[in-house]
């Protein structure tokens, strides 16, 4: 994102960053799941590799959530106040 010197920066109001950020915090988590159910079929040789995808895979989605949730309170934020009141 370009911003033109001596004007302020723009602020954000397109839903779509913070919706793909929640998407992929929620992709984690399911992958951590998957991970999770995987390792209890898995040979026991292979488990340990699937029971460190799943806590790798939760651990980052759990971190990730909050951001994705800011993000999309900042956004919903600025599109209120984006709302110019109209008086008749």
């Known amino acids: 994102m370009s911003y033109v010197a ?3 920066p723009r602020q ?3 839903f779509w960053p913070p919706m ?3 998407a992929l915090a ?3 988590l399911v992958g951590g ?4 159910v995987t390792a209890q079929s898995a040979r026991a040789t292979d488990a340990w590799v699937f029971n460190a995808t799943s806590a790798c895979l939760y ?3 759990v ?4 951001f994705a949730l800011v993000v999309l309170g900042r956004v919903t934020r ?5 709302i110019e009141v109209v008086r008749r």
Do not use: M, T, V
Not at 33 to 36: F, H, I, Q, S, Y
Not at 63 to 66: A, E, G, H, T
């Open 33 to 36: 799941r998957w991970a999770d």
């Open 6 to 8: 001596g004007f302020p």
């Open 63 to 66: 971190l990730y959530l909050p």
């Open 59 to 61: 651990l980052l989605g």
């Open 78 to 82: 600025n599109r209120i106040r984006g």
């Open 12 to 14: 954000e109001k397109s």
């Open 26 to 28: 929620l992709g984690l």
């Open 20 to 22: 793909l950020q929640l």
